[in-house]
Every structure is written in structure tokens, then in C-alpha cells.
């Protein structure tokens, strides 16, 4: 490892910052479990599950039992603006297979954004969105993004533990740092050591490359 | 199946590269010699309508070069080339880009897709031959020069059908090999450099074609118009130039290669290819002159170079306005548009209007409102367009002062005034455009996009000689420095602009839901249809978008003209470039079905006030299509009256 360390040391310089990243990524992921772990204990967040009822609905008017999205962006916005949601799994029928669906957060008082927004992962029947591991205030759930579409609102379960892989699966933003990131570190570093060793060549100590 | 078509062409053009490596080509200068030859040979031989021929050829070639090269190195072990971090981030970059569009599967959504490039795409592949001759349905003017639609065909030649993301695969392809020649300049020891200089490419599109935050996902890397390509080329031409090696053939080839695929891929592309070959002749003209030789022969060899640049400039666009005549009887040195001007008699009226006394209050409008916008209104993430050229010119005057070799510093001065020089006529060539070729109305439209090519390509030749002088500098790390702080500077940029999520890197799959939906919904509809019908289209909201789109997806089956979509109007271009409106009556439209032959009539969209206009025509009075029935009706032609009597087809 010393060889091979000082035989190539631009190529060492890289493989740590990828390791080096990589563990904190791992470790930031374990932060997020056990932390999300807490808020669980002490209470703050809860499984509950929820109606039609709990949402101020908007685009949406009552139809044969479920209801019709009156315009091209439906919207639920769950009254309760304080609680703190992590997770959010609905239970959805569509008459017609419901266009892009999404989930936003925001604080009382801020803008919904598409900055704090997360799209629907699809389980089975079910639709999960995963917000930032801890929750956030604010839901508003966009069930579908196509007017005349007829749903019924079965159920909508909040803060369903999520399983502990899942704090150790990147997004693909998250994935693109991560790709990117260490190697734009490594040349950092190896830029500041070379301007380190520049400068002292400068002040008369021999350089070294 | 069909995807695994990309990624064997992906491997035919690596295996290219590496042939190109061999016989001589700089290793991160080959991705772009093997994109554009192959492009190159793909037009050439699709305009002498051997297109599916060309497809054959190509990959027997790679076959063979595959196992030249296999037996040189593997059997006779010859040394391997250097194959430079530019082949390496090919291969890399490209390969993960497959991947994301192969899983993601992004498809078409904006209007020049569906009108122009991507229907063009399409027909290519449908019929094993150029648009150019292709029954659409409608007047179809393809005069859009093949390059990148010829990408998009090689990388689909094998199996059935069209597939969108894959024609992304192909743009995407060709701007990676570009990005890959701006490595040129790194030796080992600058690995430093690489990861900037490839998110700076990378983030080169988003920084020069968005200036606020996309409501959708943005275009770049997941489009198919030839704006950003072109500027890509005309800056991989300048760094083709800049980083090549060698002498001769092998140094002049790439730059050939690159600036011939230019000019094949957008009309205003001539321009930008005529202003690289100067800049080229200009920087060949500044270089150090090698020992021995003197004034008089150094001057002769760069104006011989130029020659040759103008002829690999010229000769494509020849070829493509003689193949434009003889297939399509369109002249390609006129411009059409309002005043139907050809290129050299727009020039002429410029400057004839320009010297009068009299000038009309469109030209007057134009000629103040350009320099306005260019000072003015912000067009790039950098700001307004003038401000966009500081932070360019400031790469190039950074890297004069950085650099310790006088030889680099002359060629950066002598590359900022004169591409300083050279945007002046590719302005003006753009002002002429909005005085003469467009309507009075369309004054300013699209000002960004007809510019950003080339932001785009003057950009990407500053980041490149910035990078050659980091390599040589006085202050050793200072020049890397800066390239290392500009890659986190348009990250940030980027960052603070664009949402991840509406970017090609985090976009989601459901955002094209509804194209997908479309899609289906005409094949649906389409396996009920007569292959050799007519569709005439009914949407009465439609802007014009709808109609084009389902022009594009009901292909092959035609679409009619159906008055162009939207309100039941004839639109007549009058002679002062106003446009004279007629409404059609019911009588009128009934002609119009018997004349054009159409078999059916689908409608998308028709409203009450539609039914009491026309509903004489329709055997059941619409009343099935109010009763959602059906969505398509039968032409039936009884003693010269037609009948539009339901099919029964509901979606």
C-alpha cells in the first residue's frame, strides 16, 4: 500500500477522496437514521392516518364518491401546516392513470417551491414520497397534474418508518456530487500542494515538480 | 432490443476513435474525428440516396478496424498511443449518459421538435433515406442541413422504429467528444484539470441557453435542435486547431472534420464555419514560425491552410444546396422569408437601406433594437450578451497573462480581437435575418438561440487556451487555479438558477408522462387507419403545437395540412409580409376534404360552437362524438358531397 501510495500518489490522492466521501456519506446516512430514530421516540414524528378530510383540497370537487380534478394542477394541502411529515404513502384509485404526481414542503409563510418538491415513487398500488430524512412542515401532495381525471382518496398514511437502507440510497443529485465532487477534490488538493510547493520555490527551497 | 442498438453504436465509434489514435490523431481530439466523420459519411452518401448503405458500411468498417487494431496491438504488439484523458472521458461520460437515457427515456416536448428536426429525424429512419424527398403530409420544406439527423440514424440503423432518447444519445454523443478535445492540452501530471474542464463543458449549455428558472425540464443534453451542437462544433473546430499535434494532414484533419460537420448542421452554421477558418488562419498566421523557414513561406502555408479550411467550409454546403436543388427543386441560396431574398441580395439591400434616406420603420426597429438587446437584455446565466463577451474576452486575457510562452500569448491576443471581430458579422447576419427573412412581427423572436451558438463555441476555445496556458504558465498554479475556481463558479451559477430536478442530470421519468400518454394514444389510433389515408386533424384550442405533434407521432400514416391546427382559418402571407385571415366555411372545408383526398377525420378537440358551424357534414350531426362514441370519422364521398360518418373509435 506504501508503494503503490508512493508510486502513484495523484491516483492514491484520488482513491481517498472517493473513499473519504463515500464514508461520509455513509456516516451522514447513519446520522440521518438515528436522528430520525429520536424524533420518532420522542414523539415528534407519528404515524397517523389520514382522510380526504385532513386536506384543504384544491382543483378538486366532490364526484361519485371521490372526486374530480377541476384544473391542471390538484392540489391537497394538509391542514395540520405544523405537523412534521417524513414520509408519505397514499392509497389512490384514478379512473385514468394520473400524470406526474409530487409531494411539497415548505414552512409556514414560505412559497411552495420546486426546490422543496419530491416526486411519487410507485409501490405497487401505492404512491411513497420520501421528504429530507427528519420531515418537514408543510405538506401539499399534487396527486396529479391532469384536469377531468376522476380519484377517490382512500387513505394517506404519514410517517411510515422508512427502512434503513433507504437512508443510504442517493438521489441522482446526490449521486452526481458524488461523482463528481471527490475528483473535483482531489484536483483541489493537489492544486493547493502544488501552489504550497510553488511558493516555496519561490522562496528559494528547490521544487519539486 | 432497440436499446441495445445505442450502445453498440457507441462502441463502433469508440472503436473509430481508437483507428483515428492510431493512424496519428491526438487521443482526446479522435471522439470528435470519429463523430463527425461518421456523420460526415452518413450525409454524403444519404444524399446520393444510399443512406441504409452508408449504415452497413460504417459498421463493417468499425468490424474490420476493430480487428486491425486488435491484431496490432494485441498480436504484434505494437505500443499503444496515448489515448489523453479526452478518449478516456468519452468513453466514461458517454457510457453513463447511455445509461441515464436508456432508464430515464426523455422524449420530445417542444415545438421545433416536432416541426422540424425531430420529424426529420424520424423520417430518416422510417424510410432508410433523407427527409428531404418525404411525403409528410403537408408542405414539407426540409431544407435543415442532415448532420445531426444523420448521428441520430447511425446510432438507430439496426432494428424497427424510432425512439426519441436515443436520438438525444446521438446529439449527446457528439457534444461529449467535443468536451473530450478540450483535454487536449493535459498531460499527466494536470489531472488536476480534468474534472473542471469537463464540468465546465458540461455546464456550458445550461450557462449560455438559461437565464431563469425553467418551469419544466430545460433542454440542454435532452434536445434535438442543432443550436447548442453548433456552437459546440464551432468551438470544437477552434480547440481541435488549438490542441492539435503533428503537421500537416493530422494536424489540419480533425479541424476539417470538425468544421465540415459544422457547416452541416444549421444554415447560420456557414457563417460560424467561415469565421472558425479565419480565426484559424489568423492564429496560424501569429504561431512561431518554425526554424528555417521564412516570412514569405510561413504566410503562403497559413493562407494555403485557410484555403483548405474554406474549401471543407464551402464544399458540404455545396453539396448540400446541390442536393437540396436536384431532390427538392429548392434553391438554397435563397432565403425565403418575407422579402424571398438570397444571401448576397440581403447584404445588398442592407447596405443600399443602410445608405438611403428612406428606411423603412421595421429596419430602423431592428437596427436599434439588436445592439439594445445585445447591451441590455439579459440572455445568458453571465447576463446581457455584452456581458457574456467581457467574462469571455477576460478568459483570453487571462490566459495571455498567465501564459510564460510569447508564441501562446500572441495567439491569445490574436484570437480575442479577431473573434471579437468575427461576432460583428455573425450579429449582422442575424439583424439581416429579423429585417429581411422574418415577418415584421417575429422581430427579436428566438434573439437568444440565434446567438448563443456563438457564446457557446468562443467560450469553449477561451476555456481551451486558458487550459494551455495553465499548462505552460509563468505562476504554475495560478492558470489551474483559475480553471478550477470557474468550474465551481458555473456550478454555483447553475446551482442557483436551475433546480436539479429540472435538469438532465435528477429529472424525472413521469415529467414525460403526458408525451408518453400522446404517443400511445395514436398508436391506438393509427392501427385502426389506412396506411395510405389521410388524417384531417380537428383540435380546436390548438396553437399550432398539437398539430405538429400529431403530424410527428401518427408517422407514417399523414397527417393533412388541416388548416394548420387550431381555428378553422386560411392564413394567406400577403406581399408586405402581413397575413391575410379567412374563415372557413362549412362548404369551403368540404372542398378542401375532397381536394386533399383525406380518408379521416380525427378530432382531438371540438366544442359546441365547432358542431354549429359544420355539423351539415357529419352524418350523425358530431352527436357520437358528444356522446363520446367515437373520436374519428369516415370520409364518404357520394356524388361529389362528403359524408363524415362515425368509425366508432373511441380512446
Known sequence: MKGWRKKHPSLFLLFACYVLCLLAAVLVGLGQFAYNRVLYQNGTLETVRLTAADFTLQQMEPMEGGFLTTGGDPQMILTDTERRVDTVRTKMRYRTEPLVETAFYAKPGEPYSVRRMVYAQQRGQDRVYELPAGGRQGLRIDPDSAAGNLLWVDEVILNERRPFYRFFIPSATEGAVLLAGPALLAGGIALCRQGLGALKGRKGVPRND | ?651
Open chain 2, 1 to 651: 432490443m432497440t436499446d441495445l442498438r445505442v450502445f453498440l453504436a457507441f462502441c463502433a465509434l469508440v472503436v473509430l476513435a481508437l483507428f483515428y489514435m492510431e493512424r496519428g490523431v491526438r487521443g482526446s481530439l479522435a471522439p470528435l474525428c470519429a463523430v463527425c466523420s461518421a456523420g460526415l459519411f452518413f450525409a454524403l452518401l444519404g444524399c446520393a440516396g444510399l443512406l441504409e448503405l452508408a449504415g452497413w458500411a460504417f459498421y463493417l468498417f468499425c468490424l474490420l478496424a476493430a480487428g486491425w487494431l486488435l491484431y496490432r496491438w494485441g498480436y504484434r504488439k505494437k505500443p499503444l498511443p496515448a489515448p489523453g484523458f479526452g478518449l478516456w472521458f468519452f468513453v466514461g461520460a458517454g457510457l453513463l449518459m447511455l445509461l441515464v437515457l436508456a432508464v430515464r427515456r426523455p422524449m420530445f416536448v417542444t415545438w421545433d421538435e416536432f416541426s422540424t428536426w425531430g420529424t426529420a429525424a424520424k423520417l430518416m429512419k422510417l424510410n432508410d433515406g433523407l427527409y428531404t424527398t418525404a411525403e409528410v403530409g403537408w408542405v414539407w420544406t426540409a431544407t435543415q442541413p442532415p448532420f445531426l439527423m444523420c448521428l441520430g440514424y447511425l446510432v438507430q440503423f439496426f432494428g424497427q422504429g424510432f425512439v426519441e432518447w436515443q436520438h438525444y444519445a446521438a446529439v449527446d454523443l457528439l457534444l461529449l467528444a467535443v468536451i473530450g478535445a478540450l483535454f487536449s492540452p493535459l498531460r499527466k501530471q494536470d489531472w488536476p484539470l480534468a474534472v473542471p474542464l469537463a464540468l465546465i463543458g458540461f455546464l456550458t449549455p445550461f450557462v449560455f441557453t438559461l437565464y431563469i428558472e425553467p418551469l419544466k425540464v430545460a433542454p440542454p443534453w435532452l434536445d434535438s435542435l442543432a443550436d447548442v451542437p453548433m456552437g459546440f462544433l464551432f468551438g470544437g473546430a477552434l480547440a481541435a486547431w488549438f490542441a492539435g499535434q503533428g503537421r500537416g494532414v493530422r494536424r489540419l484533419l480533425p479541424v476539417c472534420l470538425a468544421l465540415a460537420a459544422l457547416t452541416l448542421t444549421k444554415d447560420t452554421a456557414l457563417a460560424l464555419g467561415l469565421v472558425a477558418a479565419a480565426l484559424v488562419c489568423v492564429d496560424s498566421l501569429v504561431a512561431k514560425r518554425e526554424e528555417g523557414r521564412d516570412l514569405a513561406k510561413h504566410v503562403g502555408l497559413s493562407l494555403g491552410r485557410f484555403g483548405v479550411l474554406l474549401a471543407c467550409v464551402a464544399g458540404p454546403f455545396l453539396l448540400w444546396a446541390g442536393h437540396l436543388s436536384a431532390a427538392a427543386g429548392v434553391n438554397r441560396f435563397e432565403l425565403g422569408g418575407v422579402r424571398n431574398a438570397g444571401m448576397a441580395e440581403m447584404f445588398l439591400l442592407f447596405f443600399r437601406e443602410l445608405f438611403s434616406s428612406e428606411k423603412s420603420e421595421h429596419f430602423l426597429l431592428v437596427l436599434q433594437g439588436m445592439p439594445e438587446r445585445y447591451l441590455t437584455s439579459r440572455s445568458t446565466m453571465l447576463g446581457s450578451g455584452a456581458l457574456a463577451t467581457a467574462v469571455i474576452l477576460l478568459l483570453v486575457a487571462l490566459a495571455a497573462l498567465l501564459t510564460k510562452e510569447a508564441a501562446q500569448r500572441r495567439r491569445c491576443i490574436g484570437f480575442g480581437v479577431f473573434s471579437a471581430l468575427g461576432f460583428l458579422p455573425y450579429f449582422l447576419l442575424i439583424t439581416l435575418t429579423y429585417i429581411y427573412v422574418f415577418r415584421p412581427e417575429q422581430a427579436f423572436e428566438s434573439f437568444e438561440r440565434y446567438l448563443y451558438p456563438y457564446y457557446i463555441g468562443w467560450f469553449l476555445a477561451s476555456v481551451l487556451l486558458l487550459a494551455l496556458s495553465a499548462r505552460a504558465s509563468r505562476f504554475v498554479v495560478e492558470g489551474k487555479a483559475a480553471l478550477w475556481g470557474l468550474s465551481l463558479l458555473l456550478t454555483l451559477r447553475c446551482w442557483l438558477i436551475l433546480p436539479p430536478v429540472y435538469t438532465a442530470v435528477a429529472f424525472d421519468p413521469s415529467e414525460f408522462d403526458e408525451r408518453r400518454r400522446f404517443e400511445q394514444r395514436v398508436n391506438e389510433l393509427t392501427a385502426h387507419l389506412d396506411p395510405e389515408g389521410r388524417t384531417f386533424v380537428i383540435s380546436t384550442d390548438d396553437t399550432g403545437l398539437k398539430w405538429f405533434t400529431y403530424c410527428y407521432a401518427f408517422l407514417p400514416w399523414q397527417v393533412d395540412y388541416s388548416y394548420g391546427g387550431g381555428p378553422f382559418e386560411i392564413k394567406e402571407l400577403q406581399e408586405d409580409g402581413s397575413r391575410l385571415v379567412t374563415p372557413v366555411d362549412a362548404e369551403a372545408w368540404e372542398e378542401h376534404l375532397l381536394e386533399t383526398g383525406c380518408t379521416t377525420v380525427f378530432i382531438d378537440k371540438a366544442d359546441e360552437a365547432f358542431a354549429q358551424e359544420y355539423e351539415a357534414l357529419f352524418e350523425d350531426g358530431m352527436r357520437a362524438y358528444f356522446d363520446e362514441e367515437t373520436v374519428l370519422y369516415d370520409v364518404v364521398v357520394q356524388n361529389g358531397q362528403v359524408q363524415l360518418v362515425s368509425a366508432d373509435i373511441l380512446l
